[in-house]
């Protein structure tokens, strides 16, 4: 699976200028689904050609990657919404998508409600995963939508204006890395804090 991702992310970075925001949504789109190609191969990347090339605008990636991922997630929604509980149970597993994943899901949603949605679009794991719970429990698609697309452009906001910070500098490769570094560092803590209770949390347990 990392070969094929890597193999994506490489074809992505070479044709991105022929195929534009439409290669970005598709990409943001897949990222929402149960196929983890990460966001932030994705946006940083197209933002910092956009600042150097000015073939694309920062305003346009950040619009395509937030419908992309409103796309996704809506897939998922309405997957598991037709599916119900069982079939995503007994199926999700050829998807990527274990009982233990769905499980932490649902911890997710039943914790944090409408608010779970927007703020799993910036965290791990369960940014993929949220629509599944939420179409299980047919909440809202216009109030999932809204969070889903609030949280989607903040996220792809942030992910841009690091791709743009990075290319203001002239040790280009170096402030990458150390971008990347704060932003695993982030995304950790908070995986941490806010995630992995949820991974491994007893479901039995009150």
Request: hydrophobic share 50%; net charge positive; proline share 5%.
């Amino acid at each position: 699976m990392k070969d094929t991702i890597a193999h994506v992310i490489a074809w992505y970075q070479q044709t991105l200028d022929a195929h534009g925001y439409p290669l970005i949504a598709a990409l943001m789109a897949i990222e929402s689904t149960f196929f983890p190609i990460p966001s932030e191969a994705i946006i940083p990347f197209a933002a910092h050609q956009a600042h150097v090339s000015g073939k694309l605008t920062v305003f346009g990636i950040v619009v395509a990657g937030t419908l992309g991922s409103w796309l996704g997630a809506s897939l998922m929604y309405w997957a598991s919404r037709f599916a119900g509980r069982p079939l995503v149970v007994r199926y999700g597993g050829y998807f990527l998508v274990s009982e233990t994943k769905l499980l932490a899901a649902e911890r997710w949603s039943a914790q944090f409600g409408p608010f779970g949605v927007f703020a799993a679009r910036m965290l791990p794991v369960v940014r993929h995963l949220i629509g599944i719970p939420m179409g299980i429990v047919r909440m809202n698609f216009v109030l999932y939508s809204l969070f889903t697309l609030i949280g989607s452009g903040i996220w792809c906001a942030v992910l841009a204006w690091a791709g743009v910070t990075a290319g203001n500098d002239p040790n280009i490769y170096h402030h990458i890395l150390y971008w990347l570094i704060g932003a695993l560092a982030i995304l950790g803590a908070l995986y941490y804090f806010f995630v992995h209770r949820y991974l491994t949390t007893d479901p039995k347990k009150p």
